[in-house]
């Protein structure tokens, strides 16, 4: 029985080790002794079986070999993060305003085409699948991969971001990430530019090379300020784009010049929120001052607030501050606070009950455009989302100044 167990304990590895290696190298003997141990062979009247010793040195030994297997899987993410890649699996492409862009410009299936950080080529696969008609592109990479999923455009190994090619048109990309934190805690280099995020810099050079450009990057860039005068329009793509990364993205579109004032189409997948600047008449600024001052993450606040919203939902809201245990609170928490400084005689509940339809006027106008998108998609396909200290400071300031004016 135990023999049975053996084998059927190692079967489903067997195809993908060697059983020569685990012989010599745990075992000091031959592969075929191994072998018949494995399958109870009886060769001249002798049973070969595993010891509960020999059990304890194969236990021993695949052990080792998987120490070996996941340090090799974090030499390869770190590979990954070294050259910032995450590679692209859903089409983003598939989509009107896309199209739009892409028509727009002047003899588009007759222009020269650049992909600077072209991996395995995937957006190039995913442009011809939307429009044949492209076939002029250069590909270019740091360290070119193995895979190309188009062979007919090779892709040309050269670091991009130091020595980015000119005489394009078009650029179709997906630019690296990569933050400056990021980069610092994990002991990488990072080039020496003002960004504090990889893809801005990559951004920066590209606009500085090239009239048109389409790029998948951080969503949080809708909100970054930069770039507006060439901006056409951004997509919001709430779906998974990548094998290993849950990396919230957005597809931003740009043009020569902006001729409306650095405004903008925002798409979040395939619904219209509308103008940039008209969502932004709802972003509570004005609200910024107030005579109240409020201390955030102060452990013993009455109103407490759920900061981030959960799989199923969009569940950030206000709450007695009671129900947040004060241990967990620290100087550093973002996913849920405690907040002191409610002035004296004003009803809690009333309180919270205001701010928490305020809260919902402001995600219902803007679409949660300014709101941080977080990891993860919710049940409704949408972005889970992070509201900052500023906006509930706003909200706040806005019922406090709306409900309560002589206070």
């Not at 399958?39 to 001249?44: E, G, K, M, V």
């Not at 990569?178 to 530019?193: E, Q």
Request: proline share 5%; hydrophobic share 30%; net charge positive.
């Amino acid at each position: 029985m135990k023999k049975n167990r053996v084998k059927k304990a190692i079967e489903p590895i067997l195809p993908a080790i060697s059983l020569a290696y685990i012989a010599q190298q745990y075992f000091g003997k031959s592969r075929q002794n191994i072998y018949q141990k494995i399958n109870n062979l009886t060769i001249n009247g002798t049973e070969y079986n595993f010891s509960d010793g020999e059990i304890d040195v194969m236990i021993n030994g695949l052990k080792d070999i998987n120490r070996n297997i996941t340090k090799s899987i974090g030499m390869l993410q770190h590979t990954k993060r070294i050259r910032a890649k995450h590679y692209t699996n859903n089409n983003p492409f598939n989509h009107q305003m896309f199209k739009e862009w892409l028509y727009q410009i002047p003899n588009h299936h007759k222009l020269k085409y650049l992909e600077p950080f072209a991996g395995s080529n995937n957006i190039i696969q995913l442009a011809q699948d939307i429009n044949n008609n492209i076939n002029d592109w250069s590909c270019y990479d740091i360290e070119p991969p193995i895979t190309n999923n188009v062979p007919q455009y090779k892709i040309i190994k050269r670091d991009t971001i130091k020595s980015f090619p000119s005489g394009y048109d078009v650029i179709i990309t997906n630019p690296p990430y990569l933050g400056k934190s990021s980069a610092s805690r994990r002991k990488l280099n990072f080039p020496d530019t003002h960004y504090d995020d990889l893809y801005k810099l990559c951004l920066d050079i590209m606009l500085n090379n090239c009239p048109y450009v389409a790029a998948i990057i951080p969503e949080s860039f809708i909100t970054s300020g930069l770039f507006h005068n060439r901006l056409f329009g951004v997509i919001s793509l709430n779906s998974k784009m990548f094998n290993d990364t849950d990396c919230p993205v957005c597809l931003g579109l740009f043009i020569p010049n902006n001729q409306d004032n650095g405004d903008f189409k925002v798409y979040i997948g395939d619904d219209y929120v509308g103008m940039y600047n008209d969502s932004k008449q709802y972003d509570l600024s004005e609200y910024v001052k107030s005579n109240n001052n409020w201390v955030f993450n102060d452990s013993q606040g009455s109103i407490g607030v759920k900061c981030v919203d959960s799989q199923k939902g969009a569940d950030i809201y206000f709450h007695r501050g009671e129900i947040i245990d004060p241990n967990k609170i620290k100087v550093s928490s973002r996913a849920f606070t405690r907040i002191g400084g409610l002035p004296e005689n004003i009803d809690l509940d009333r309180f919270i009950a205001e701010c928490n339809k305020e809260l919902g006027l402001y995600r219902d106008n803007t679409k949660d455009i300014f709101m941080t998108s977080f990891k993860g998609l919710r049940k409704d396909g949408k972005y889970r989302r992070r509201i900052d200290f500023k906006t509930i400071r706003y909200i706040l300031n806005k019922v406090l100044k709306r409900q309560y004016p002589n206070i």
